[in-house]
């Protein structure tokens, strides 16, 4: 959502390239985290005969995918024994994507359409109106709106665009990627084996996510709380839950993906023709997704732990081939115009579409709660969201972008 395809380190026929066939999997990630809130919000009772609140996952792509793009320039420095990635270009190039698209929407939608939460919504039962709704105007909620903190504490959780809360989340990765980075250039050289040393932060990372989300539900099984303020309300346990310490296998399965595909570009399962290697890569991905919703279906809290693997594989399926400088099929079908628009646009969108979806139950615009009202449902809401997200993309993202350009060429 919030990581742009950059250049990596590739084949000897091509020094650098940008990964190809990632876009139009964001636009398909952001079209199912649309559908899931759109069909709780005005179709319950499909939800609860279908689940079709599991495609809320794609949100785990998304930080998978961070994890992926983000890791790959350390891990190519690192098995080319290059130097330590410049960590303050790192950083501003971080906050010169988030930030400016972040705050301009933040900014319209608290002060101009009064479209965000001013209570967390589960205070006032999540019934999915506009109720607790209006303009934050108080300093401190407003500053730790206005800097991307205000998933870290009680009395902010799930106020103003309440799914910028994974932004925090994707913070708290981007904080901890250079220490890791760090760590890993400054103890990790000399190994004869650089893509298996280049695992051990991904590895210590699957290791916290897991760790942690088994200590959040000790907590929330101790604190007698009803689920969804487990979860979601104003209180530490979700602050907890939602935290970068509890969701950080879903990061580090993208840095997998990383080694792996670097490892792939310098000869790595070379006894693998490429097909048999991409075969093998989508058989784990459909085998991962198909146990991650059987994970769902139980209620497990590992379903994202899961799904991680099922995004880390699928990832790979798409850029393996890639990475030996041959073509990918399947990275030219996810480039699909359509869908590499989507992708495009995904962060503005996915920042949109709440206060879109809240706006359009403030306007009494009916939606049966059947599957052609939650079909109308989806265009409609999908439909304004593409709109002001690509608005939103050409007037702040992309300027901001290129702007960086020209000032690191």
Sequence with gaps: MTDTPAPVTAPP????AWIAGLEGPRGIAAICVVLAHVSVVYAPNIVESTRIDFLG???TFFFALSGFLLYLPYVTRFANGAAYPNTKRYFAARIRRVFPAYIVIFLIVNFVLGAGYVVNPVTNGWDHSDNGTGTITAPLPLLAHLTLTQSYFPSTLQTGINPAWSLSTEWGFYLVLPLAGFL???FGRGGRHPFVTALIPAGALIALGLIANTVVGRLQHASGLPPLEQYWGPNWIAVFSRSFLALADNFAWGMVAAVVYAAIARGAFSRLSTPRLSAVLISITILATS?????????SRYTASVFAIA?????????APLGRGEDSRLARLTDWAPLKYLGMVSLSSYLWHYPVLVLVGRAGVPIPPTALGLL??????MSITVILGSLTYYLVERPM???RA???A
Excluded: D
Excluded at 376 to 381: Q, S
């Design 311 to 319: 995004s880390c594989a699928f990832i790979l399926s798409i850029v």
């Design 184 to 186: 890993l250039f400054r």
């Design 401 to 403: 972008m290129r702007w």
């Design 57 to 59: 996952q794609a949100l």
């Design 406 to 408: 020209g000032r690191t």
């Design 291 to 299: 146990a991650s919703m059987l994970v769902f279906a139980l209620g």
């Design 376 to 381: 109308w449902g989806l265009v409609l809401v």
């Design 13 to 16: 026929t091509q020094r650098k």
